[in-house]
């Protein structure tokens, strides 16, 4: 059976976003090899940044930081039945259109490219860097089509006059609009602390491969996050599934 292009890409995209969590295991399983590959024959870029790798090590983690605070704002000011982790179909009970929705879209998507280029950028291989902003971008272009096709059967023209205003990845501030929903910590704690530590503990990886190819110290500034996020998330993890601290009505 022939599918118009529209509905081939709808397919394809609720496809992968049902396996969205598959990606970073890719680019993670890629970007070791790559890293190892890159310092052993020390290219160009490894070898001008490897007198000042712990400085290069924060710039890059800086980047991941800004992705996972984008994540952070988002999250911390959408309702419940929005902005979730769901992996078995869209959900929107409402369209969120004013905060950061209403400079970007696609908030959360932006914030882990960011997340994930900081550990990209880590290999200190363009190539591998390129492939892996290219690869995002066609995979998540196709997630992206699919969930506004769900938007715009659901909320009609309120979605689309929303859409006409609001790019679609890369934000734009001139349209700014406050959101009366205040921010929820206890939501960002409890949907993101996988994140932050997940994060760390990538970035500790490449910093040991850096320090067992290279032969130097690893960087125990990073490891003692890396160990404070890990219990931090343990701890959080106890709270959220044998209390009801972190539990906030309608969030």
């Known amino acids: 059976m022939i599918m118009a292009l529209q509905e081939e890409f709808e397919l394809q995209g609720n496809w992968l976003f049902r396996r969205r969590s598959l990606l970073p295991l890719v680019v993670l399983l890629a970007g070791v090899a790559v890293s190892v590959f890159t310092i052993r024959m020390r290219g160009m870029w490894f070898t001008s940044v490897f007198p000042y790798w712990q400085v290069y090590e924060y710039l890059c983690l800086v980047v991941g930081l800004v992705g996972m605070f984008v994540r952070f704002y988002t999250v911390g000011h959408t309702p419940v039945g929005t902005s979730g982790r769901n992996t078995q179909g869209q959900v929107a009970d409402v369209l969120n259109t004013t905060g950061i929705y209403s400079t970007v879209r696609h908030p959360l998507y932006l914030g882990n490219f960011l997340m994930w280029l900081g550990i990209a950028l880590l290999t ?67 949907k993101e602390k996988n994140g932050v530590f997940a994060l760390f503990l990538l970035f500790s990886l490449f910093d040991g491969i850096v320090a067992w190819q290279a032969g130097v110290s690893p960087n125990f500034a990073l490891l003692a996050l890396t160990a404070a996020s890990g219990i931090g998330y343990l701890i959080l993890k106890y709270v959220k599934k044998h209390t009801g601290l972190l539990d906030e009505r309608g969030r």
């Open 124 to 190: 200190c291989n363009a190539g591998f860097i390129a492939t892996f902003i290219l690869a995002y971008w066609l995979y998540y272009e196709r997630i992206m089509y699919a969930e506004e096709q769900f938007l715009r059967r659901k909320f009609g023209d309120t979605y689309l006059r929303w859409a006409e205003r609001t790019p679609s990845f890369i934000p734009s501030f001139k349209r700014f609009r406050p959101t009366d929903l205040p921010f929820s910590w206890k939501k960002v704690v409890k």
